[in-house]
């Protein structure tokens, strides 16, 4: 096509003259009825690439457990480079945890055979071990690449599977290879290697090919080089391109014995890894790290793209990046991924180790506030001649405020407490560790009196928590009678409730809920009143204290829920009842189908059984 030219005026022709900027003509195209169609083939491809990208970090997205993920994260990624089993390790370089390994079509035999293996042997030891400060070129110098490319030059990099890679066992490589990408005009440094490039990438077909450069065993030197000065980092490096593709472990030189006895045990021929490494934010607050200008923000040539309000480490911080897990996918036969599952992979993974990283910090959150939690509940239940207790109790995963007590007090007498307080998270779980050490020391000046107890927490609540309400079980066990005429010893219960639900009697003549009478929560009204309730167990009966969570997290409403609990408690068998440990597990086990370890669930459990022995 020619430009069009400026209509004459006044009979003057205008002179243009070219700009300095202009690209010289291109050559004529040989065939103008094909290029709409490899635009439409290249847009059909990038659209695919897109739909795939959206479908799998959509489903990562809606993962909201560490375990969830890294599953989501294995089946994602075998998908992508067409393998079938896999592994991912999560080991922060931080040291705080949590540490796992989590395996896709490997069970736990399969992980315990690969754990025998040298670490340094293994893809997982020589990506996260290898250099104490983890870079791509760092991983790869320069130097050690003789044989290695800059894409676009159409000079070879080393292997079959570098132009483009092989999904058989045919075009695959013997020894490992390490994928570097390189910022578009990079040298390769070494003999042999190619200048600098001016190709662009392809625009059509995303960020141009890795380059390979192949390694001995581990530990071995290089290949040889002629000396050359330590190249300078680039100012943006790719990190989301460095990869360990062992794509024949049979043909591979100098691969470690035990890892080469495991692999034929467990039927695997080749292997792919990557690290998973989040690029840090800016030193700069979260508001300017938002408003990043656009030109700041673009990718570098030859890299995928940065998650938004991320920019990719140059200088000093690309030493200090460190990689907080390895996936490793594992092939049946020699293979190695395509460049196409390599480019989309890189792309996944960045983002993936983005969740990953914001799950790791909320898991740790969790296991903080549980800790904090347990440390405000007894250690250990106490020894009382002639009661046996035993207690479960779960912790939602936002940290809620249940507690339980059991108190021996003076002359044999026994004080039981249940209770909840509003909210969740640290602080109400700060709240209850409150209530419950205040309600020990009113147990002790009061205890024969429940009602006493739970009116003077109440009045501590109003002045001391305004915003919080609260509900409670307060009983006292009075020390036993002896029966003159030699029979059992016979005890009497004095309960108090506020709010709670109410406990349950269980023995082999009667399984009965106490009818506590119907009050308001602590905190609810002007001046708590309530009054209490005598009973007398039998020898041998169990009473039950349990929280409102054991009833919500059965998932029926709460008529349902009760009936539910009577009907576990009716039907248990005399060598259950007479055990208070095996009697907890059934209610459990009748009650909660998903265990108390449920993630799903927000609700605490405490289920508190305390059995009167003849």
């Known amino acids: 096509m020619t430009a069009p030219h400026a209509p004459k005026v006044a009979g003057i022709e205008p002179t243009f003259t070219g700009s300095a900027h202009t690209a010289a003509p291109a050559a004529p195209e040989t065939s103008s009825a094909t290029q709409p169609a490899a635009v439409h083939e290249r847009l059909a491809a990038w659209l695919s690439d897109l739909t795939t990208l959206h479908d799998l970090t959509e489903r990562l997205a809606r993962t909201d457990t560490l375990d969830g993920a890294l599953d989501e994260l294995l089946r994602a990624g075998a998908f992508l480079v067409g393998a079938r089993r896999g592994l991912v390790t999560l080991e922060p370089p931080d040291g705080l945890g949590p540490e796992t390994t989590v395996g896709l079509g490997l069970g736990l035999a399969d992980l315990g055979h690969l754990e025998t293996v040298p670490r340094r042997a293994t893809p ?36 079959a599977g570098a132009a483009g890679a092989s999904s058989g066992g ?56 002629a000396p050359t000065d330590p190249p300078s980092p680039p100012a943006a490096a790719s990190f989301g391109l460095c990869e360990l593709s062992q794509p024949d472990l049979a043909a591979e030189p100098g691969l470690d014995p035990r ?12 292997s792919y890894a990557v690290p998973l490494v989040v690029e840090p934010l800016p030193e700069k607050d979260a508001a300017d790290a938002l408003s990043v200008k656009a030109s700041e923000a673009a990718p570098h040539e030859g890299a995928h793209p940065a998650a938004p309000g991320q ?67 007894p250690a250990r239940l106490p ?21 339980y007590d059991a108190l ?94 109410p406990p349950l009697i269980v023995g082999e003549h009667r399984t009965e809920f106490v009818e ?11 001046c708590w009143e309530a009054p209490s309730v005598e009973l007398e167990p039998a020898p041998g009966e169990t009473l039950l204290l349990y929280s409102d969570g054991l009833l919500h997290r059965s998932g029926d409403p709460v008529d349902r829920a009760f009936a539910r609990l009577h009907a576990a408690a009716a039907g248990l068998p005399r060598s259950v009842r007479e055990d208070p440990e095996a009697l907890v597990d059934h209610l459990v086990r009748a009650m909660l189908p998903q265990g108390l370890t449920d993630e799903t669930s927000s609700e605490d459990v405490v289920l508190l059984a305390a059995r009167f022995e003849p």
């Not at 890892?259 to 080749?270: D, I, K, S, T």
């Not at 107890?453 to 002896?482: M, Y």
């Open 408 to 501: 021996p007090l003076p002359d044999g007498a026994l004080s039981l407490s249940v209770g909840s307080v509003t909210g969740s998270g640290p602080s109400a779980v700060g709240a209850m560790g409150r209530l419950r050490a205040a309600l020990r020391a009113y147990a002790v000046m009061e205890g024969e009196d429940p009602v006493a107890v739970l009116s003077d927490l109440e009045l501590l609540l109003r002045l001391t928590e305004p915003a919080r309400s609260a509900t409670a079980l307060f009983a006292f066990a009075e020390p036993p009678v002896t029966d003159p005429l030699g029979g059992p010893s016979a005890r009497k219960i004095v309960l108090a409730g506020a709010g709670h639900c």
């Open 383 to 403: 020894r009382v001649p002639g009661v046996r207790l035993a207690v479960r109790h779960a912790t939602g995963p936002k940290g809620g405020g249940d507690w």
């Open 259 to 270: 890892l080469r006895e495991v692999a034929a045990r467990l039927g695997y021929a080749a």
């Open 311 to 377: 920019r990719r480490p140059s200088g000093a911080d690309a030493a200090h990046v460190h990689p907080i897990g390895v996936a490793v996918w594992l092939y049946d036969r020699p293979a190695e991924p395509t460049e196409r599952g390599r480019r989309l992979l890189a792309l996944y993974r960045s983002y993936a180790a983005a969740h990953l990283s914001r799950l790791i910090e909320l898991d740790r959150r969790r296991r903080s506030e549980r800790a904090l939690h347990a440390e405000l509940l």
């Open 124 to 159: 997982v030891g020589r990506l996260l071990d290898g250099h104490e400060a983890w870079t791509p070129n760092a991983a790869v110098p320069n130097a050690a690449l003789p044989n290695a490319a800059v894409p676009g030059d159409g000079v070879s990099s080393g292997g």
């Open 170 to 225: 045919a075009g695959a490589s013997a020894a490992s290879t390490v994928h570097v990408a390189r910022p578009t005009g990079a040298t390769a440094h070494g003999t042999g290697s190619a200048g600098p490039s001016d190709a662009p990438a392809d625009s059509a077909t995303g960020p141009p090919a890795p380059v390979q450069a192949p390694l001995g065993p581990p530990g071995s030197p290089g290949p040889s080089a």
């Open 516 to 526: 506590t009478t119907l009050s308001a929560p602590l905190g609810m009204l002007s």
